[in-house]
């Protein structure tokens, strides 16, 4: 059966253990070693990962393409406007064709479900490289990133401040099955949803009070405020701004606390420089970890893990 990545409940509480195994594993072999390295055993030689993008990415965008080369495999970097996908080829049928010439698939679009249907479509592995609705390879690299630091994720406190988004979704859903609590300070018509909150398998929780989610909290976690083509960004912006993750805020934590955040960053208004540069502050570990956990999602694909 072909394994797809979709959603981290796809891998399950055990899957998902054993890809954070895997990437501080391979992570800590390669220490020294220049980038372009292939890791000694190759795992994935011989393979081709197609990478299709309807929206924009650095972060996803590079780490997969060096996840696949360390792997020992090769990539072909897509985006929609310069393939028929973007002229209005329908995703199963893309689906379809990238199959016949690709060992897995990743695709970073907006609509959840061209992800459904590109793996409902696709006789290889389909990842989801990010949607409106969830970031899975986002949260493992928050996973890992937290493991380093030297916490135990079942009885963790995790606090999110500003917008229920698809990093909080994930994040929900990854305190479920991985034992620990998430609370989520949103403001008012911002909150997420129900069915996201489910996902959280009664550990995840709204409140309206910033002080209230970070107090005794472990980890510290916000996101960008305002996406790009975002209506009503000022009225947006105004909401927010209570949520700042300020020096204040992160006092109000647990003093080992730790602050994470998936980047872009729009500074001064999610977060403010003190914070986001500070010594509590593990983004560029969080950020380079998305190549390292993205290395264990595809060996986890191909049944690896």
Known sequence: MTRHFLDLSDAGTAGIQAMLDDAIARKQARAGWPKGKVDADAPLAGHVLAMVFEKNSTRTRVSFDMAIRQLGGTSIVMDAGSMQLGRGETIA???????GYCDAIMIRTDDHQKVVDMAKYASVPVINGLTDASHPCQIMADMETILEAGFALPGLKVAWLGDGNNVLA??????GLMGFDVVAACPQGYQPTEADLARG???????GDPREAVEGADII???TWISMGQAHAETKLAAMMPFQVTEALMAAAKPNAKFLHCLPAHRGEEVVDAVIDGPQSLIWQEAENRLHAQKAVLRWCFGQI
């Open 201 to 207: 398998l009664g550990r995840a929780k709204v409140v």
């Open 170 to 175: 994930s994040i929900m859903e990854a305190g």
């Open 93 to 99: 049928d893309t689906a379809r064709i990238l199959s």
């Open 221 to 223: 976690v916000t996101d």
